[in-house]
């Protein structure tokens, strides 16, 4: 009996020691779980020439010190008072890959000129320090300076548009600078949350230090906001864009006939139709 209880006791140190050290590794390889597309290699980071968009694009200073690449994308036909969407991509990929660019073709069709972010440890930001929960906040910062600074567009006038992950960094501008509207495709409730559902044997909502907590900022935001979900989203479920639309205020809950990845491109049909009718609210 006695070696039985010891051998007992010699197996749960060992489960004990071996959690322990996945805890740890979970814990030390946050950053890379919540920013997989950081450090992409040069040949993605090319925006494809697209004889519909005019591309532009510059450096901004983040109020840390860190530059910050923007891509200004007007299209030709819009008139100079036409309303902007400052775009925040996912975290696994960059202003110039297919789904953004897919993305502002679709917001220049709904009458939207587009600033693009790109976080740092990101493309043409790769080597411009790490990403980080703090660092995205400051680096949508730069974005709005610049737009209502430099270009002197009026914030009435300003849409921000986060996808997936850049949901986090979208609601976080809104609660701060309180925009004409906001936009967000496939966000999550709180990176917490979905590590949560991913690792239900980790404790996730104690030890992350990344926390995006959309569903936090939902009920604080009083501008109008189109929420759009895949049904069909398996990386971020469609319960989190249910939860988020039952906290919020002005919220228009558009679900999609689509997964996360495609998303409004995969219903277009739907997302431009609300899109539209965003802009011409703005008009007015």
Known sequence: MRRIAHLASRGLLVFGAAYLVLLAFLIVREDALVFPGAGRAEADWVVPADP??????????????????????????????APWAIYFHGNGGLVGTPGSIGRYRLLH????????VEFRGYGLSADLGTPSETGLYA????????????????????????????????TYLAQEFGPAALITEGALT????RAAELYPWVPARLLMRTRFDNLTRAPTLEMPWLLFHAREDVVI?????????????????????????DG?????GRALEALRGLAGRIDR
């Open 109 to 116: 069709e709904a009458g939207f000129n587009v600033l693009a």
């Open 264 to 268: 409004v491109l995969a219903d277009p």
């Open 237 to 261: 479920p469609f319960h989190h864009g249910l939860a988020l639309a039952e906290a919020g205020r002005e919220v228009q809950l558009i679900p999609l006939d689509a997964g996360h990845n």
């Open 139 to 170: 680096d949508a910062r730069a974005a709005w300076a610049y737009l209502t600074g430099d270009l002197l567009v009026d914030p009435r006038r300003i849409v921000l548009y986060g996808w997936s992950l850049g949901s986090g960094p979208a």
């Open 190 to 193: 709180s990176a917490p949350d």
């Open 52 to 81: 519909a968009l005019d591309w532009d694009s510059t450096r901004v200073s983040a109020d840390d010190g860190v530059p910050v690449f923007l891509l200004e994308a007007r299209h030709p036909d819009t008139p100079p008072e």
